[in-house]
């Protein structure tokens, strides 16, 4: 199964007879092994706000959001705003087959559609990090993205809309946190 690889090793000075044999998990084999990766970027985002405070936070996830943009831009260049969002479904994963995109006929609605979150249980006790992805889109797309549903509220997926009537400048906009965004968008 693969599991388990082995390689032969000479102790150090031995010049004579067997060398020893030494197994070494591979890492599917690993990954069989219980890990806490979850546990710990919750514990470093919480150590993070504490420690350094919440504008702290503010700017690390300003910069994973320009980080994402930087990534993404070069792929979206000459793009229809269709055609960016049919590529942003890769944004988790490439070629994601969880994501997909609606388009309402009638109303003209513009939806990205996430079944499965590869950081649910990060961000189900970390919401802030949603943002990064509504920042993202916002600024990938040219308008403000909000989230219908949510994951975190039980709704079994998150629905992203692009607000066609709100532009967004990308050269100016970075970062907001998603609750911002919405007060923002109630306010005009």
């Known amino acids: 199964a693969q599991l388990v690889f082995s390689r032969n090793k000479r102790p150090e000075g031995q010049r004579v007879g067997r060398p020893t044999r030494v197994y070494i998990l591979s890492a599917a084999g690993d990954h069989l092994f219980p890990k806490a990766y979850d546990e710990l970027a919750v514990e470093l985002i919480d150590t993070l706000t ?101 994951f975190q509220d039980g709704d079994g997926r998150c629905v992203f809309r692009v607000q066609l009537d709100q532009s967004v400048n990308s050269a100016t906009f970075h970062f907001a946190f998603e609750q911002e965004m919405n007060d923002k968008g109630r306010d005009r």
């Open 50 to 150: 504490s420690a350094l405070g919440p504008e702290a936070l503010r700017q690390v996830l300003t910069s994973f959001t320009d980080q994402h943009v930087r990534h993404w831009t070069p792929d979206l260049q000459d793009k229809s705003l269709l055609e960016r969002l049919e590529a942003i479904k890769g944004i988790y994963r490439e070629k994601d087959a969880y994501m997909g995109v609606e388009l309402d006929e009638a109303s003209g609605e513009l939806r990205l559609v996430e079944r499965n979150c590869p950081f649910l249980n990060v961000a189900s006790r970390q919401p802030a990090l949603c943002s990064v992805t509504v920042s993202t889109l916002s600024r990938l797309l040219g308008h403000a993205v909000i989230r219908e549903k949510r």
